[in-house]
Each structure stands twice: as C-alpha cells, then as structure tokens.
C-alpha cells in the first residue's frame, strides 16, 4: 500500500479489474480528500458515472501535471 499524500487531485489509472464499466484505462479522475478511505488503501474518485466512490489505490499512478494542464482537466470534469 501506497498511503500517498495526494498534492495532485488527478491520478490515472492502471488497472480497473473488476471495474471496466467505472474505470477506464489510461484515463485521469478526479481525486477527492477521503483520510479515512485513505487509511485504509483507498482513493475516493469521481469515475464513468460521474459520482464519487472509493477504489483501491494501487489501481492508480499519481501524476505530476503542469498547473495549467491540472486546472482544466479538473474543469473539465
């Protein structure tokens, strides 16, 4: 387990075993501060439904984005 400290708000994503129809591959989502999911190996992301739940965080690779790229990506979503 990772227990990262997320400074990024987005992460991609690289594995959606069990979850292809929330997760896509190679895709960035938008993280939400959960400590408590957290704790416990999870990340609280807003996936293909457009709603937040809890994924666990080994499915996800923190990404460096230059600030520009952040902010419209999480415009975006």
Avoid: T
């Avoid at 739940?53 to 600030?67: D, G, S």
Wanted: proline share 1%; charged share 30%.
């Amino acid at each position: 387990m990772n227990h990262w400290n997320i400074d990024s708000q987005v992460v991609g994503c690289i594995s959606n075993k069990d979850y292809e129809a929330s997760l896509q591959l190679r895709k960035y989502y938008k993280v939400i501060q959960d400590d408590k999911a957290a704790k416990h190996g999870y990340l609280r992301v807003v996936d293909e439904s457009g709603d937040d739940y809890i994924y666990p965080e080994h499915y996800f690779a923190q990404v460096e984005l230059l600030r520009d790229l952040e902010e419209a990506l999480l415009k975006a979503s």
